[in-house]
């Protein structure tokens, strides 16, 4: 499974609300990252369409919308499990560095020389 | 029936986001242009100023489309789209050069332009421009890598990457050995792309970027202009097209010499050709005047030549020119304008 960069998860993301147009998906985007991610209208198009290109979301009907007409977006079944697998890659990786900070504090006197090999920890998520 | 004209009225004026859009593929932009202009407004409600941020992202977006597109439908098209997209670069580094040119011709000494810039652009006082050439390979290597890299075959990115430091290493190496001068490039002083090798008396050019960008900007030109509704029919693309590459060789026999030895006729041709073709799409005039004022700063800096390769030169051209360009400017504006208001038969759809 390809890994998702944080633009294309968080449009994802935002359509399991339901279907929406850009103006609404960049603002979804917005709370759900809780701010941290903010994208310009193309670059959320670039996202949207490549995501519609593999199949992870379709366009559906045009709507007016204040007098100006709006193609709606919406999650297909694909895309739906695409998020799913990578939120829970996410967390897994969340929770790995959280055992790993738990575990005691790494004092610089103390920090085990590098033996060139990667901990199995990590080599989960390479 | 909602009311698009919305959109583009008022005081969040959205023309340079349109004009950015010509990034897009025509049928994208059609399909989905609208859409992209109402979320923008949405975002950024009645801004006066358009965002930096929205345009830079509308045209990346526009050319990864295109690019991706454009693999889509084989190499064939993959490898124009590349081409017409170098020849924007082209025709902005070209730009570039000019300007600096002109900088340095009218202000120096007064104000020192960067010593790398010089470098990479006017050569060095003995003759090593090889920056250039460099710089020429690279830009279009890194557009090919993009266009190409983008959606299609990755190894076609980075074998045209390897032909472009190829060509640009050829051109130092050939240099480096003396094979090549650069008789023309200080002559001219301001067009670097150009490399002449001489050859048992018979001089021609090798690898002359100036001739590229010379045939390719108006071309490209031709397609960035938002003339809406005043394009060719498909069918005639290809001609027009060739008309316009075959008005501007003319025209670059001035500079050129094996192309001609009389420029002031081959301007008279070229702009008479120009003239005609402003019927069939008025941006051929305008595209043509351009292209006589870009290359105008040149006449007035190339020094008398005493092997005759630049018999028109000097400062007393100028007026003339000028009259020229605006004389064409005003042809291809005049058309452009006719045709808007009456649109022929296979475009008043």
Not at chain 2, 1 to 30: F, H, Q
Not at chain 2, 62 to 78: H, I, S
Request: hydrophobic content about 50%; glycine content about 10%.
């Amino acid at each position: 499974m390809k890994t998702m960069r944080e633009a294309t998860f968080y449009s994802l993301a935002a359509l399991l609300e339901g279907p929406a147009h850009g103006y609404a998906i960049l603002e979804r985007v917005k709370k759900l990252s809780g701010g941290h991610v903010s994208l310009a209208t193309g670059t959320l198009y670039a996202v949207l369409d490549r995501l519609e290109d593999e199949g992870l979301i379709q366009r559906t009907a045009t709507e007016i919308v204040r007098g100006r007409a709006r193609q709606y977006f919406e999650i297909t079944e694909e895309g739906f499990g695409a998020v799913q697998a990578q939120a829970q890659r996410m967390a897994l990786g969340a929770e790995a560095v959280r055992r790993a900070s738990t575990s005691g504090p790494v004092r610089s006197g103390t920090r085990k020389r590098s033996t060139g090999r990667l901990a199995p920890e990590t080599l989960a998520f390479v | 029936m909602n009311d698009l004209t919305e959109i583009t009225d008022g005081p969040g004026d959205t023309s340079v986001y349109r004009w950015c859009l010509t990034a897009y593929p025509p049928k994208y932009r059609s399909e989905h242009g609208e859409d992209i202009l109402a979320t923008i407004k949405d975002a950024h409600g009645d801004q006066s100023r358009a965002s930096l941020l929205e345009c830079t992202a509308l045209i990346v977006g526009g050319v990864r489309r295109r690019a991706a597109e454009a693999a889509a439908d084989g190499p064939v098209k993959a490898l124009f789209s590349a081409l017409r997209g170098a020849a924007v670069i082209l025709l902005l580094s070209n730009a570039a050069v000019e300007i600096t040119g002109i900088v340095h011709h009218w202000t120096a000494p007064r104000v020192p332009i960067p010593h790398l810039w010089v470098a990479i652009y006017l050569g060095t006082p003995n003759g090593e421009g090889i920056g250039a050439l460099m710089w020429a390979g690279a830009i279009l290597s890194v557009f090919a890598v993009a266009l190409l890299g983008a959606g299609f075959r990755r190894w076609s990115g980075f074998a045209l990457l390897a032909s472009g430091v190829s060509v640009a290493g050829a051109a130092d190496w050939l240099t480096r050995l003396g094979v090549h001068n650069y008789t023309m490039l200080q002559a001219w002083g301001g067009v670097p792309f150009t490399a002449a090798f001489d050859s048992g008396g018979l001089s021609f050019q090798a690898v002359d970027f100036s001739l590229a960008s010379t045939l390719l900007a108006p071309a490209a030109l031709l397609m960035v202009l938002p003339a809406s509704r005043n394009r060719v029919a498909y069918r005639r693309r290809g001609i027009v097209t060739a008309c316009v590459a075959l008005v501007v060789l003319v025209l670059g026999s001035v500079f050129i010499p094996w192309l001609g030895q009389n420029p002031g006729l081959a301007l008279v041709v070229g702009v008479v050709a120009a003239s005609a073709l402003a019927p069939v799409d008025g941006r051929i005039s305008l595209v043509a005047s351009a292209v006589v004022l870009v290359y105008l700063p040149l006449l007035t800096r190339a020094p008398h030549s005493e092997d005759g390769l630049l018999p028109m030169s000097g400062a007393p051209w100028v007026p003339e020119i000028l009259i020229i360009a605006v004389i064409l400017a005003a042809w291809g504006w005049f058309w452009t304008d006719r045709r808007r208001a009456h649109p022929p038969a296979h475009l008043a759809n």
